[in-house]
């Protein structure tokens, strides 16, 4: 039988939502993950750092008894953010990073930034205090294909505000494409990247043959092969700036199977199984823990976590539900469509 040993990963991006969402889902993470940045895009968002303080003993008081868990808390970034709010935070230690989401780019981002002239206060002072910016990189503009949306975002967004601002520490979120692993390749030192678990499974066949498919549907939108192939490369390459980042969004079904379907995939219950799963497609085995457990802490400037967890391989798939309830209704949970046969053993 095979075993792996691991330090106890973490969850450098992830959506816990709010109210009876956050009650049911807390625990899947908490489970196996030590610490997750904790994405700010509630509605309303967490936009101060009183907001985010309050968020994280919301966060903390849903925990199931015994688990120990560290939300790491973001702010969401919009055009009259205060400068000293993010520094008293940053300072502080509450909050983490500060998250861009380009206004209209994915779920509640409609408050976010439009015109990044207004932001520069804000991006000047992290900079200037070392507190990282996460981004979902992808441009709104209607012209631009939404396959192309990524590419196009490091082109005319985000290279531009990086030369701009050379020592602002950049984590370029949920990365989908060759060209995003391609860009944070070229950097030195101030750019890293988080993959999640469902980009390194699915590609965009899995949202749109055989059928329209909401549950694989997420933002950026799973790309062609080659991409999926470009990501599995960089996350089962040990390179340090590649880390996991779950994205796990949880949309209670009826948001998600309906005419206009939210974007997001609730990946939290099941993500170390199919992680050790595709490394082991790769031969990879011996770098994932540098991804789940290494890399993350190492950028955000965190000591790795000191409890482990055993993943084992058994010949009896393991059994995961296939939604999770909560009171708000059903979440589905994500299939990647085979058998996962690693289990996690955490006590
Ligand atoms: N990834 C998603 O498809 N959805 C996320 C937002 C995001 O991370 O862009 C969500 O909040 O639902
Ligand atoms: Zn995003
Ligand atoms: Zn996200």
């Given at each position: 039988m095979k075993t792996l040993t691991l330090r106890r990963p973490d969850d450098w991006h992830l959506h816990l939502r709010d109210g009876d969402v956050l009650q049911a889902v807390i625990g899947d993470t908490s489970r196996h993950f030590a610490r997750a940045i904790i994405?700010?895009?509630?509605?309303?968002?967490?936009?101060t750092t009183s907001d985010a303080k309050a968020y994280r003993e919301r966060i903390l008081a849903a925990l199931p008894a015994g688990d120990r868990f560290e939300p790491l808390m973001t702010l969401y970034l919009t055009e009259h953010t205060d400068p000293d709010d993010v520094e008293e935070g940053g300072k502080s230690g509450l909050i983490s990073a500060v998250k861009l989401y380009?206004?209209?780019?994915?779920?509640?981002?409609?408050?976010?930034?439009?015109?990044?002239n207004k932001a520069m206060p804000v991006l000047e002072r992290m900079a200037k205090i070392g507190l990282p910016l996460c981004v979902?990189?992808?441009?709104?503009?209607?012209?631009?294909d939404i396959f192309d949306r990524e590419a196009v975002f490091i082109e005319t967004v985000l290279d531009p505000l990086r030369k701009r601002l050379p020592e602002l520490k950049v984590t370029m979120e949920h990365v989908t494409t060759a060209d995003g692993i391609d860009y944070i390749k070229s950097s030195k030192g101030n750019l890293a990247g988080s993959i999640t678990t469902h980009h390194l499974i699915i590609n965009r066949n899995a949202i749109l043959v055989g059928g329209i498919r909401p549950h694989y549907y997420c933002l950026p939108v799973a790309k062609r092969e080659n991409h999926r192939l470009a990501l599995r490369a960089a996350a089962t390459s040990?390179?340090?700036r590649f880390f996991l980042g779950t994205d796990s969004a949880p949309h209670v079904d009826p948001l998600k199977e309906c005419a206009c379907g939210c974007a997001g995939i609730y990946t939290s219950v099941n993500t170390m199984s199919c992680l050790a799963h595709v490394f082991e497609d790769d031969n990879a085995l011996d770098k994932l823990e540098a991804f789940t457990s290494l890399n993350g802490p190492a950028w955000y400037g965190l000591k790795p976590n000191e409890e482990i967890i055993t993943l084992e391989k058994r010949d009896e798939p393991v059994k995961f539900p296939d939604k999770r309830d909560s009171g708000a209704g059903p979440i589905t949970v994500f299939d990647p469509m085979f058998p996962l046969h690693w289990h996690v053993f955490d006590k």
């Amino acid at each position: 039988m095979k075993t792996l040993t691991l330090r106890r990963p973490d969850d450098w991006h992830l959506h816990l939502r709010d109210g009876d969402v956050l009650q049911a889902v807390i625990g899947d993470t908490s489970r196996h993950f030590a610490r997750a940045i904790i994405m700010p895009n509630l509605v309303p968002p967490v936009v101060t750092t009183s907001d985010a303080k309050a968020y994280r003993e919301r966060i903390l008081a849903a925990l199931p008894a015994g688990d120990r868990f560290e939300p790491l808390m973001t702010l969401y970034l919009t055009e009259h953010t205060d400068p000293d709010d993010v520094e008293e935070g940053g300072k502080s230690g509450l909050i983490s990073a500060v998250k861009l989401y380009p206004a209209g780019a994915t779920t509640n981002s409609h408050g976010g930034v439009r015109d990044f002239n207004k932001a520069m206060p804000v991006l000047e002072r992290m900079a200037k205090i070392g507190l990282p910016l996460c981004v979902h990189g992808e441009v709104t503009t209607p012209e631009v294909d939404i396959f192309d949306r990524e590419a196009v975002f490091i082109e005319t967004v985000l290279d531009p505000l990086r030369k701009r601002l050379p020592e602002l520490k950049v984590t370029m979120e949920h990365v989908t494409t060759a060209d995003g692993i391609d860009y944070i390749k070229s950097s030195k030192g101030n750019l890293a990247g988080s993959i999640t678990t469902h980009h390194l499974i699915i590609n965009r066949n899995a949202i749109l043959v055989g059928g329209i498919r909401p549950h694989y549907y997420c933002l950026p939108v799973a790309k062609r092969e080659n991409h999926r192939l470009a990501l599995r490369a960089a996350a089962t390459s040990g390179d340090a700036r590649f880390f996991l980042g779950t994205d796990s969004a949880p949309h209670v079904d009826p948001l998600k199977e309906c005419a206009c379907g939210c974007a997001g995939i609730y990946t939290s219950v099941n993500t170390m199984s199919c992680l050790a799963h595709v490394f082991e497609d790769d031969n990879a085995l011996d770098k994932l823990e540098a991804f789940t457990s290494l890399n993350g802490p190492a950028w955000y400037g965190l000591k790795p976590n000191e409890e482990i967890i055993t993943l084992e391989k058994r010949d009896e798939p393991v059994k995961f539900p296939d939604k999770r309830d909560s009171g708000a209704g059903p979440i589905t949970v994500f299939d990647p469509m085979f058998p996962l046969h690693w289990h996690v053993f955490d006590k």
